[in-house]
């Protein structure tokens, strides 16, 4: 007798396909970053996290401060005070909350693909969807590839290492859940189960969520991205599209079956501009007031989606921090612009005709858009702009290489996807080790981006912090010819040639950055420094007052302006200076006994003698105090 020959297995054939699938996703994110746990606050972490008050105290972590990157992004800024409530400023409780979110973001990315292929109308995408493996499966399979691709893929380094760029990954996480949300409100299952149906089934808590509830989820969702970041101002256009492209057929059909959906969702848009409103230019970081006009950043922008894609493609050369790119030249630009523009075209062209590819081009430059059409003050590109985007070109990736395997080497060819992923991990864990230190992370992007002097000035910086001041003097040297109208490239070779003793050398530096930068406190109070050691203390007066214009509550600031009053033979207000400064700090012994100084040459005995008693109940031992008060008492009545 003879049997049929075993039909082929399909990719997921376990009697739990999605649950595995899942799985794998998750552990995969795991591998990819369990190293980096340990990095280190760099960069924008260090004012949004280190030095941001509102993430110590409850009441404040809606009013983030402005000029950061929690600056208008409430929710963002309540993430971290959650991290500061479990680890203080310790990086661990910061970088397993990414990783977490990163891995939802994927498991998300996950149901909404293998959702869209499942539908009846999935509009011929991908290529050649049903198999011998089943329809099903294939979908699942497809899905998986999918998200776990995107999820490991070293594009993502910036948006889930870096700990601050959990702005991106965050709301990329409620994007993603907005639409996933409004997908599973459609499910025509769960809309004609009976409550009876309902609470018998306990096979899965999210099946027995009735349609309305998905709805409300998506809002919610919706809502908390937009306090997150700027950039999920698109969210509810794609979910139209979506429903129009996959469900209505029409975008007037479309509204018409949900319009008190599309009503909430666009309402979201109203927080959205509140916070923007609150917070205009994100404290001079973005928007046309930034000194690169909006033509010249708009212009700069074909080039930089060119470089995404690139990246998406063949992730090498991953970038920290790009800085001001130079211009591209006109062949360049015009190479760039003509692909870019002809994309955008065959997406329009893919959206009239309902095509699914349509959709995807659509996800990709909707998100982008306000990144790419806002400008912002340094940077052209930077890749954590990519986290969304990538998604679509990863599907349109896994559907194409899935169709190219397949036709080649038939069923087998599926492993194709996976081997990928697999290298792509490799590369995400190489990645990471860039971010393990300050040092690590800034010589690398020195290394990739030599013109940048940005990245010299913060390579100089960890330089300097590990006493290699030589080196790190070097670097602020090339950051000023860089670009010299760079404040603080000069500040910073200013305190380098301070430490190497060339003090005039480093005069002419802080001059410089106080030239190009007035109002910086660290420069005058640097020069000042200078000064008071050449025994100009009228001049170090001036700019110890300067830098005291920005730390009004700085009792050390009070008391330097105060010396340097005192010695250029200004008593009464070194004396005002002492007051302020010790109402600030009164256990300061010194800033007692010089107040008691000027006092003294003021004339008034009786209150120095206070003063310097007041030194000596905090230094019984003090002996400028004791030697300045026998002085009072030599002194005639």
């Known amino acids: ?154 594009l993502q380094t910036e948006s889930v290492t870096y700990i601050v760029q959990r702005a991106e990954s965050l709301m990329g996480l409620f994007y993603l859940l907005t639409l996933y949300c409004f997908i599973r409100s459609l499910d025509p299952a769960a ?95 973005t928007g046309f007031s930034t000194g690169m006009g909006w033509w010249n950043y708009v212009e700069a922008q074909f080039p930089a989606i060119a470089h995404y894609l690139r990246l998406a493609v063949w992730p090498s050369s991953l970038v920290f921090y790009y800085g001001p790119e130079a211009p591209a030249s006109a062949f360049q630009l015009l190479v760039s612009a003509a692909f870019v523009l002809g994309v955008i075209a065959a997406t329009l062209a893919a959206i009239w005709w309902k095509s699914a590819w349509g959709f995807l081009g659509a996800w990709f430059f909707a998100i982008l858009a306000p990144s790419s059409l806002v400008g912002g003050s340094l940077q052209t590109i930077a890749e954590h702009r990519m986290y969304l985007p990538l998604a679509a070109v990863v599907v349109a990736g896994v559907a194409g290489l899935d169709w190219i395997a397949r036709t080649l080497a038939g069923p087998r060819g ?29 010589s690398d992007t020195v290394a990739k981006r030599p013109e940048n002097p940005f990245a010299r000035v913060n390579l100089g910086i960890a330089q300097f912090q590990l006493g290699r001041v030589g080196e790190a003097g070097a670097q602020f040297a090339e950051a000023a010819r860089l670009k010299p109208d760079y404040a603080a490239a000069h500040r910073n070779l200013g305190d380098a040639l301070l430490r190497l003793g060339r003090l005039a050398d480093a005069e002419a530096e802080f001059t410089a950055a106080i030239k190009l930068e007035p109002g910086n406190p660290d420069a005058h109070n640097a020069l000042a420094t200078i000064l008071a050691e050449r025994k100009d203390w009228a001049g170090a007066a001036e700019h110890f007052a300067d830098a005291l214009h920005s730390w009004p509550d700085d009792a050390a600031a009070h008391f330097r ?42 004339g008034r005995r009786s209150d120095a003698r206070a003063q310097f008693q007041a030194a000596l109940q905090l230094k019984p031992d003090d002996a400028d105090a004791l030697r300045n008060l026998r002085g009072t008492d030599a002194l005639p009545p």
């Open 414 to 442: 599926v492993w194709i996807l996976p081997a990928v992923a697999a290298a792509l991990t490799l590369v995400t864990i190489a990645r990471n080790e860039d971010y393990r230190t300050d040092l690590a992370l800034w």
């Open 191 to 285: 809309a004609a189960r009976t409550e009876e149906e309902r609470d018998r089934d306990v096979a899965s808590t999210f099946k027995a969520i009735r349609p309305f509830w998905w709805g409300c989820f998506s809002v919610a969702a919706c809502l908390l991205g937009m306090a997150t970041k700027e950039v999920m101002a698109s969210a509810p256009l794609i979910v139209l599209l979506y429903d129009r492209t996959f469900v209505s057929g029409s975008f007037g059909a479309a509204v018409r079956r949900h319009r008190g959906l599309y009503a909430a969702l666009a309402s979201t848009w109203i927080i959205l501009a509140l916070l923007a409103i609150s917070s205009p230019g994100r404290g001079g970081s």
């Open 1 to 154: 007798m003879t049997t049929a020959p075993e039909r082929p297995q399909p990719a997921f054939a376990s009697r739990h396909p999605v649950a595995l699938a899942a799985g794998i996703i998750a552990l995969a994110a795991v591998v990819a970053y369990h190293n980096s746990l340990t990095g280190p606050l760099v960069f924008d972490d260090l004012p949004s996290i280190r030095d941001n008050p509102t993430i110590r105290e409850l009441g404040a972590v809606l009013r983030p401060p402005a000029g950061m990157t929690v600056d208008a992004r409430p929710v963002l800024n309540a993430s971290l005070a959650l991290n500061y409530a479990i680890s203080g400023t310790a990086v661990w409780s910061y970088h397993a909350a990414n990783i977490a979110i990163h891995i939802l973001a994927g498991l998300t990315l996950f149901g909404i693909v293998r959702r869209t292929l499942d539908r009846k109308r999935s509009m011929g995408f991908p290529p050649r969807l049903g198999n011998e493996h089943g329809r099903e499966a294939h979908a699942t399979f497809l899905a998986f590839a999918a998200a776990l691709i995107w999820t490991v893929h070293p």
């Open 561 to 602: 302006l105060a010396d340097a009053l005192l010695m250029s033979g200004r008593p009464a207000p070194a004396a005002a200076e002492f007051a302020a400064g010790l109402k600030l700090h009164p256990a300061n012994t010194d800033a007692h006994n010089d107040w008691g100084v000027a006092l003294l040459r003021l």
